[in-house]
């Protein structure tokens, strides 16, 4: 059975940290690019970043600076630093799975559509 569990959502003041993770289960780093969204009220599904099978990060433009994105195969988790928290960073993140065997998987990591498999998401909360 896949798997994919997030953790370490907070709320936190505009200039904060937090480091997300998502512990996956059932599949492989290795086998598998894992991606983080964000889902906001009326801003639908936002792409942040990706991890590739391969072990190299893709950040979404609007993302680069606040957010790096991490794997460690030992522990099957990949992360999500972000620094700088902003209110508009308010949402659910949520982690999903894609197949490295999907063609060109990797040019459109941020359509949310192709993902094989989503977890339930982890609250991130900015607030003053």
């Known amino acids: 059975q896949v798997q994919l569990v997030e953790s370490g959502g907070d709320a936190v003041m505009p200039g904060g940290s937090l480091r997300l993770a998502c512990k996956i289960s059932g599949i492989a780093l290795d086998d598998y690019g894992i991606s983080w969204f964000r889902r906001a009220p009326g801003r639908g599904t936002e792409p942040i970043a990706c991890?590739?099978?391969?072990?190299?990060?893709i950040l979404d433009d609007s993302q680069q600076g606040r957010f790096t994105i991490s794997g460690d195969s030992a522990k099957e988790t990949v992360y999500l630093p972000v620094d700088d928290l902003r209110l508009e960073d308010t949402g659910v993140y949520t982690c999903?799975?894609?197949?490295?065997?999907?063609?060109?998987?990797?040019?459109?990591?941020?359509?949310?559509?192709?993902?094989?498999?989503w977890g339930q998401g982890t609250q991130v909360t900015v607030s003053t």
């Open positions: 999903a799975a894609i197949s490295r065997r999907r063609i060109n998987y990797d040019r459109y990591w941020f359509i949310a559509s192709i993902y094989d498999f």
């Open positions: 991890l590739t099978a391969a072990d190299l990060p």
